[in-house]
C-alpha cells in the first residue's frame, strides 16, 4: 500500500524558513518523480514543485521559484521541501504527492499524503 | 493554463446523475485529470486521459472530453461520492487545478 506521509508544518514567522519533510513507503521510491501541493485555507490546489527521479531536475510554479527547493533522498525514501522567505500567503497545507511511473514530469498525481499544516503569521 | 470549473457548487440526492464541467484557457489535448477530496482523506485520483479511470474508481464515474472541454459525471450518485472535485491540467507547465466543486447531499 503507497503510503506517504509529511511532518514539519508549524507556526513560522514572516521571513523566516520551514522544511518539511515526507517518508514514503509501499513502492520503489526511487522510480517515481515526486512533488508537493498545497491548499490554502478554505481555497483551492496549487502545485509547489516537482522533482525528479535522480533529483537533478526540479520545476517550481513563479509564486515559489527562488524561495522554495525541492529535494529527495532516494536511500530514505524521503522527499523535501525547503521554505525560505515565507510570506504570509504561503499558510497552507502542504501535500506531497506521487506522480505516475514516467520518464517525464508532465503528468497527474498518483498519490497524496494527508498534508501538513504551515502556518506564516507574526 | 487556466482552468475554470463549474459550477462551483452543486447539490444533488442519492440516485441522481450529475456533471461537472472543466475549461481549459488553452487547448490541453486530453491531458486531465479528476480528483476527490473529503475531510480526513488523502485526495483521490479518480480519472486520468480526460476518460481513463484509475484503478479502484467505482464504473459510475466516467470523464470525457478533449481540447478545452472536459465532463466529469457520475451516475446514480451513491453517499460517499458527496465531495469536492478538482480537475487538472497537465499538459503544460506550471501545473494548474480548477477552482473545485463541493457536491452536497439535497
Known amino acids: 500500500e503507497v503510503q506517504l506521509v509529511e511532518s514539519g508544518g508549524g507556526l513560522v514567522q514572516p521571513g523566516r524558513s520551514l522544511k518539511l519533510s515526507c517518508a514514503a513507503s509501499g513502492f520503489t521510491f526511487s522510480n517515481y518523480y515526486m512533488a508537493w501541493v498545497r491548499q490554502a485555507p478554505k481555497k483551492g490546489l496549487e502545485w509547489v514543485a516537482t522533482i525528479s527521479t535522480s533529483g537533478s531536475r526540479t520545476y517550481y510554479p513563479d509564486s515559489v521559484k527562488g524561495r522554495f527547493t525541492i529535494s529527495r533522498d532516494n536511500a530514505k525514501s524521503s522527499l523535501y521541501l525547503q521554505m525560505n522567505s515565507l510570506k504570509s500567503e504561503d499558510t497552507a497545507t502542504y501535500y506531497c504527492?506521487?506522480?505516475?511511473?514516467?520518464?517525464?514530469?508532465?503528468?497527474?498525481?498518483?498519490?497524496w499524503g494527508q498534508g501538513t499544516l504551515v502556518t506564516v503569521s507574526s | 493554463v487556466q482552468m475554470t470549473q463549474s459550477p462551483s457548487y452543486l447539490a444533488a440526492s442519492p440516485g441522481e446523475s450529475v456533471s461537472i464541467s472543466c475549461k481549459a484557457s488553452?487547448?490541453?489535448?486530453?491531458?486531465l485529470a479528476w480528483y476527490q477530496e473529503k475531510p480526513g482523506k488523502a485526495n483521490k485520483l479518480l480519472i486520468h486521459?480526460?476518460?481513463t479511470l484509475q484503478s479502484g474508481t467505482p464504473s459510475r464515474f466516467s470523464g470525457s472530453g478533449s481540447g478545452t472541454d472536459f465532463t466529469l459525471t457520475i451516475r446514480s450518485l451513491e453517499s460517499e461520492d458527496f465531495a469536492v472535485y478538482y480537475c487538472q491540467q497537465y499538459n503544460e507547465y506550471p501545473l494548474t487545478f480548477g477552482s473545485g466543486t463541493k457536491l452536497e447531499i439535497k
Open positions: 486521459s480526460g476518460s
Open positions: 504527492a506521487r506522480h505516475p511511473m514516467g520518464t517525464h514530469p508532465y503528468n497527474w498525481f498518483a498519490y
Open positions: 488553452k487547448s490541453i489535448s486530453n491531458n
